[in-house]
């Protein structure tokens, strides 16, 4: 699958080249290409914002250099691409919709900046709006990154193992993933749960099943008074 970032700011994005996401791009499983906006302005200074008709508060990026990077871009819109906009009033992004963009061969995210984007640019150049939550961001660069990631770890091959997804969170409706523990098995005076060290796979996996599915039953830290002192 292929990713093309359109932002102003291409420095952004070294998350990208690190850890899952660095592997699966040297194997040729994902593919990143981040675009410049000021390289698609018309005039000396690479403008790609203006103040807003009727007046207010901050700049907003203008609708032709979104136009012209998409159209070097996306030269020909297929089925199997997926042109996105970055937006507070998009889509609430999930794992649904994960899910569902895993059956493209490119997605386009055009990364919002400054007091928002030309409204023309939602209505007539992408195929959806989405937004990674109710809270504001400088830009959509983080929310371009956080989708990358989500999409390109239920491909095939990039976490390299299927069970590490039939197991996480999310993966079924109303699932979170039941809690991990590992040495040592006390740590001052907090001990694993008995039952993960009993070998009885049995027991172990029906543990798992009842706390992923009733969270609440995890002891709580705060809650119960019980915080590691530093």
Known sequence: MRFDIITTQP??????????????????????????????????????????YGGGAGMVLKIKPIYKALKKIVPRKSKKT??????????????????????????????????????????????????????????????????????????????????????????QPGYLEYPQYTRPKNFKGHKVPNVLLSGNHKEIAAWRQGVARSPKNIPHPIVDNQLISF
């Open 11 to 52: 420095s952004a994005f070294g998350y990208l080249d690190v850890s899952i996401l660095g592997r699966a791009q040297k194997q040729g499983l994902i593919e990143v290409k981040i675009h410049n906006l000021h390289n698609f302005a018309d005039d000396r200074h690479k403008t790609v914002d203006d103040q807003p």
């Open 82 to 171: 997926l042109v996105l906009l970055l937006s507070a009033k998009g889509e609430r992004f999930n794992q649904s919709l994960t899910r569902d963009w895993r059956q493209y061969n490119k997605i386009v995210l055009i990364c919002g900046r400054y007091e928002g984007v030309d409204e023309r640019v939602a209505q007539y150049l992408v195929d959806k709006e989405v937004s990674i939550g109710e809270f504001v961001l400088t830009g959509g660069e983080l929310g371009a990154m956080i989708i990358i990631d989500a999409v390109s770890r239920l491909l095939p091959a990039v976490l390299g193992t299927e069970e590490s997804l039939a197991e996480e969170s999310f993966s």
